[in-house]
């Protein structure tokens, strides 16, 4: 079939160029600008719809209650009995802890007063003694006299008539204005020592040491020195290297007694616990 032939084709040739598309595109760039135009606008004016509309108030977290602590298991009676016998065997080993602690004190403190009854110091036995029980105070009693001790109280007592002789010539010795008799009496009494010993009562010198020898000879040294302090300064001048060893021998005395006294009541506390 030919075009000459063909009813549905254009008879003229000029019909078969391409039509323009004309309003179509016209149309299509409208649309796009429309579109560019609308989001511009939800762009300005969704912040502001945004901010007019009300917060929403966050809601509060529902509280969960804490559950009720559950009551301590009551012990169960093998538990008590067994803290019974804990604190028991506590108790008993502070006891023989303490016990022996004192029984170790008593012990340096025998020792140490046996020390302090010879002539020679005592130093060692002293320090250990403050090693078993510090603070004593006793401790800073004897600590002055423990490096050089004292005499016993035998040997006091032996030195003392001699020492007693000087005192005795001395309390006589005649002042400058004495007659010449008293004189040539107290030459013959520093040659010849004349004491009266038997007479123990009066205020005179020789009565003062008759005192003081009969309390040496009862072991007693703190008497002694009582007995003494009457005499006249000249014969305390002639006694005095005896009455330093006599009163470094009464400290050590009483600070031993009363270390051996407070020995027996704290060993004797000890044991009753």
């Known amino acids: 079939m030919t075009a000459s032939t063909d009813p549905a084709l254009p008879k003229n040739p000029a019909e078969y160029r391409r039509r323009p598309l004309g309003l179509g595109l016209w149309s299509l760039m409208a649309l796009c600008v429309l579109c560019v135009l609308a989001g511009a606008g939800a762009a300005v004016l969704a912040p ?13 977290a529902a509280e969960i209650a804490a559950p009720e602590p559950a009551p301590p298991p009551e012990p169960s009676p093998e538990a008590a009995e067994i803290d019974r016998l804990n604190a028991r065997i506590a108790e008993l080993e502070s006891r ?14 025998a020792a140490l007063v046996d020390a302090t009854q010879a002539s020679t110091p005592f130093g060692g036995e002293l320090a250990a003694l403050r090693a078993a029980a510090p603070g004593l105070p006793e401790l800073a009693a004897l600590a002055p ?12 007592a032996a030195s ?7 005192a005795a010539s001395a309390a006589r010795a005649p002042d400058a204005g004495d007659r010449l008799a008293d004189r040539i009496l107290y030459v013959v009494t520093r040659i010849v020592s004349v004491r009266r010993i038997s007479n123990v009562s009066g205020s005179g010198p020789d009565a003062a040491l008759a005192r ?5 000879a009862e072991g007693d040294v703190v008497g002694a020195l009582e007995a003494l ?11 005095s290297p005896w009455l330093a060893q006599a009163e470094r021998r009464a400290v050590i005395d009483r600070q031993a007694a009363s270390l ?3 020995a027996i009541r704290d060993f004797g506390d000890g044991e009753a616990e």
């Open 48 to 60: 502001r719809l945004w901010e007019g509309a009300p917060a929403q108030e966050p809601q509060p």
């Open 96 to 109: 023989g802890a303490r016990s022996s602690e004192a029984a170790a004190a008593a012990l340096a403190a």
């Open 145 to 156: 006299v423990a490096e050089m001790g004292a005499p016993s109280r035998a040997a006091l």
């Open 160 to 166: 003392f008539p001699d020492y007693a002789a000087r």
């Open 212 to 216: 003081a020898e009969r309390a040496l």
């Open 229 to 239: 302090e009457t005499l006249p300064p000249a014969a305390r001048e002639a006694m």
């Open 260 to 262: 051996r006294a407070r």
